[in-house]
């Protein structure tokens, strides 16, 4: 990231880097999460802009770090009433 023309975008790809690190990377849901990011991504069109490689891997990782949150909420039986709603099956036992 040297020479960038946006440091403020660089400051923001180091901290999204650190975090999907300390927080996605080899955890229970990195592989459930990288799929969900990608099939995002593929069907979003956004690889074909004028978004550059940091800028997708910056997307891609903020995609995987709440898909893994919110798969560790479902894990702990964090379920908000919109869930429930959906799924009453998943408040039983």
């Known amino acids: 990231m040297t020479g960038s023309v946006n440091p403020g975008l660089d400051d923001c790809i180091e901290l999204m880097a650190t975090l999907w690190a ?4 080899g955890h229970t849901h990195e592989r459930q999460a ?3 990011a990608a099939m995002l991504l593929s069907g979003s069109g956004i690889i074909g802009t004028r978004a ?12 995987q770090l709440g898909y893994a949150a919110a798969l560790k909420d479902v ?7 919109d ?8 408040a039983e036992g």
């Open 52 to 63: 550059t490689g940091e800028m997708i891997e910056l997307i891609e990782q903020a995609i």
């Open 34 to 36: 990288g799929h969900a």
């Open 22 to 25: 300390q927080k996605v990377a």
């Open 83 to 90: 869930v429930l709603q959906w799924r009453p099956d998943l």
């Open 75 to 81: 894990e702990n039986g964090v379920l908000d009433d």
